[in-house]
Each structure stands twice: as C-alpha cells, then as structure tokens.
C-alpha cells in the first residue's frame, strides 16, 4: 500500500487572503458609508488621494470632506462673521472703562445701615414726652388756681368742712382729674402718629437706599453688560445654527 500524502495547511496564505478580503470589505464599507450629499443648503462632497501611511509604511486612501454652502447661505456667515468680528473688536475697547468701573471692590459704607425700627419703645418714648409736656402746664395751672381757690374760700369765710367749701374744692379736684386724663389720653395719640410718622419715613429711606444700591450696580456693571451684548450670538454653537439654518 502506498503512504497518503501528509502536506500540512497554507496557514500563512490562508491569513493573507483571509486578510486581503477584510481590507477589501473595509473599503467598499467605507466607500459606500461616503457617499455625495446635495441639499437646499449646500453640498458635501468626498475626496480621496494616495499617501503613504506613516505607521506602516504602506500605500492607503486619504479622505476628504468638503462641504460648500448655498452662495446666499455663505453670504450670510460671512456678514455674520465680519459682523462678529466687528463687534468682538468693539467689545475688546471696553476693557479699561470696566476697569475703572469694576476695578475696585464696591463701596457699600457709602449707603449707611438699613434703618431699623422699634416701634415699642419709640412709642413708649413719645408718649412719655407728650405726658411730660402737657403735665408740666397743667401743673403751672392747677397749683396756681388751687392756692388762690383756697384763699378765696377763707376770705369768703369758709373752712374744711364746710358744705360750700368741701363742695368747690370737690369739683376743683374733678377739673384737675378730667385734665389729667385728656393730657394722658393725648399722649397715647401722639404716640400713634409718632410710631406712624417714624415707621412711614424709615420705609422711605430704606426704599431709597435700595434705589440707589440698585443704581450704583447698573452703573458698576454697565460697560461689561454692554460688551456682552455686543458679543452674544459668537459660539461656535450659534455659528453652526447658520450654517445649518438651525436656530438658537
């Protein structure tokens, strides 16, 4: 009997084959993935040229893209970016006046505590002084007019007990009474407009101090606020919305 032939396989050119239909797949994938666009806003086009892959040494296919807009599309990025462009070096002069505008750190001593409020005790005070002033006269009053109420009861020739004298004394007493009371009373009510009047004039001036806070930091902010504006609409994002018609 003879011997069966026993050659091993062509592992080696099963590989390169195997290898070459993998790169012959990879291109035409990568050929038909690449495909020309055309569209109401441009054109993209793919092209291709020879180079040598630094890694390997080896021969491959570049590609490039090339995407071309609409010519009115294209006028309008370029008026935007000449546009941008224009306001960004506009936008650059305003360092020094933000500078000198936000340079320093604010000065808030300039505008005083807010003015605070206590109306208990500045109740209680006005009241006190009201009292105060309206006794001190009714004092002045009832001490005269009771020294001369009692000589004049004596020169009439009346004394302590008698009917006529108990009797005007009584109502002299009753006089000074009512007196005190009203002045005790005027008090309380000067001490309501007081606490009014103080709690309406301190809401003003703390209204007026936020005013002029509020005032002070558009001032301290204007020129950065108004270069800002002048470059809103600059990312690259809002660029890209031009290009593709998109919209912010």
């Known amino acids: 009997m003879g ?37 109401p806003l441009g054109n993209v086009r793919w092209g291709t040229e020879q180079v040598i892959d630094p890694a390997t040494g080896e021969k491959t296919t ?15 990025l370029d008026n935007s970016l000449g546009m941008m462009q224009s306001r960004g070096d506009l936008a650059a002069t305003f360092d020094d006046r933000i500078a000198n505008e936000m340079g320093t750190a ?11 409020f ?10 006190d ?7 001190a006269r009714l004092g002045d009053r009832f001490g ?7 000589i004049r009861l004596r020169n009439q020739g009346l004394a302590p007990g008698d009917q006529a004298y108990d009797a005007t004394v009584k109502n ?4 000074k009474n009512d007196a005190y009371e009203q002045a005790q009373l005027g008090s309380v009510a000067e001490g ?14 703390n209204a007026l101090r936020d005013r002029e806070i509020q005032e002070y930091l558009a001032k301290r902010g204007f020129s950065l606020s108004e270069a800002n504006r002048l470059t809103e609409g600059q990312t690259p994002q809002d660029l890209s919305n031009i290009v593709t018609g998109g919209s912010a």
Do not use: C, H, I
């Open 192 to 205: 309501r407009r007081e606490v009014a009047t103080s709690l309406s004039t301190n809401e003003r001036a």
């Open 62 to 76: 570049k590609w490039t893209q090339n995407q071309t807009l609409d010519p009115r599309l294209q006028g309008s």
């Open 106 to 116: 604010p000065e808030w001593g300039q505008f005083g505590d807010v003015v605070g």
């Open 144 to 150: 005269d007019s009771r020294e001369q109420m009692e």
């Open 3 to 39: 011997k069966k032939s026993s050659s091993p396989p062509d592992v080696v050119g099963a590989a390169e084959t195997e290898g070459e239909y993998s790169r012959e797949t990879a291109r035409d994938v990568t050929y038909a993935d690449r495909p020309d666009q055309y569209g």
């Open 129 to 135: 002084a009201a009292y105060g002033k309206a006794t």
């Open 118 to 127: 206590d109306p208990a005790s500045q109740r209680q005070a006005a009241e």
């Open 172 to 175: 002299f007493m009753q006089g």
